[in-house]
Antibody, heavy 125, light 110 residues
Framework: EVQLVESGGGLVQPGRSLRLSCAAS????????MHWVRQAPGKGLEWVSG????????GYADSVKGRFTISRDNAKNSLYLQMNSLRAEDTALYYC??????????????????WGQGTLVTVSS | NFMLTQPHSVSESPGKTVTISCTRS????????VQWYQQRPGSSPTTVIY?????PSGVPDRFSGSIDSSSNSASLTISGLKTEDEADYYC?????????FGGGTKLTVL
């Protein structure tokens, strides 16, 4: 059974940092690209970042580019999101999502077949 | 980047058919696959349609997807509506640099 378990969320002040983790199990982690998708309270889904199976291709939404860094450790079956210079508008439930393909990047047409339950990040003073 | 525009909400009675649209703002709707996700309250999204019109195993054939190049839009059609179909539905596609979601449509089955 595929499981994606996010952790690391919490209350943080504006301008501070937070690191999210996603522990994956039930599939061969290094065969697939992975993504972070967020959902602000009462709002829709927003893609945040994606990373290919070997970290060779990475992408970010314009709203987080330069502030967030996605990474993965295939030996630990884990996905990470380092979030710096956090803003109030980053407040959201952050989902880890598995891609159906191994490659993320130009021509890949990604989509998600499994999602975690999310970890809540609240940015407030 | 392009945008995907969905109606904010739709409602229909049980047993009826409803169609949710997803219009691409620029570029061809046919240039990248469209997916549809269902999100029930308090739950994570699940895929109901992928690659424009494919159903994952376990999704009933009451769910179907299509694209229309003339209107540059994709559609999700749910027939034989059940109360359990009440949820938010999101379309999703991709361009050369990022994944794009539509704003979501709240389906009420009343």
């Amino acid at each position: 059974e595929v499981q994606l378990v996010e952790s690391g969320g919490g209350l943080v002040q504006p301008g501070r940092s937070l690191r999210l983790s996603c522990a994956a199990s039930g599939f061969t982690f290094d065969d697939y690209a992975m993504h972070w998708v967020r959902q602000a309270p009462g709002k829709g889904l927003e893609w945040v970042s994606g990373i290919s199976w070997n970290s060779g291709s990475i992408g970010y939404a314009d709203s987080v580019k330069g502030r967030f860094t996605i990474s993965r450790d295939n030996a630990k079956n884990s996905l990470y999101l380092q979030m710096n210079s956090l803003r109030a508008e980053d407040t959201a439930l952050y989902y880890c999502a598995k891609d159906v393909r191994d490659y993320y990047g130009s021509g890949s047409s990604p989509f998600f077949d499994y999602w975690g339950q999310g970890t809540l990040v609240t940015v407030s003073s | 980047n392009f945008m995907l525009t969905q109606p904010h909400s739709v409602s229909e009675s049980p047993g009826k058919t409803v169609t949710i649209s997803c219009t691409r703002s620029s570029g061809s709707i046919a240039s990248n696959y469209v997916q549809w996700y269902q999100q029930r309250p308090g739950s994570s999204p699940t895929t109901v349609i992928y690659e424009d019109n494919q159903r994952p195993s376990g999704v009933p054939d009451r769910f179907s997807g299509s694209i229309d190049s003339s209107s540059n839009s994709a559609s999700l059609t749910i027939s034989g509506l059940k109360t359990e179909d009440e949820a938010d539905y999101y379309c999703q596609s991709y361009d050369s640099s990022s994944v794009v979601f539509g704003g979501g449509t709240k389906l009420t089955v009343l």
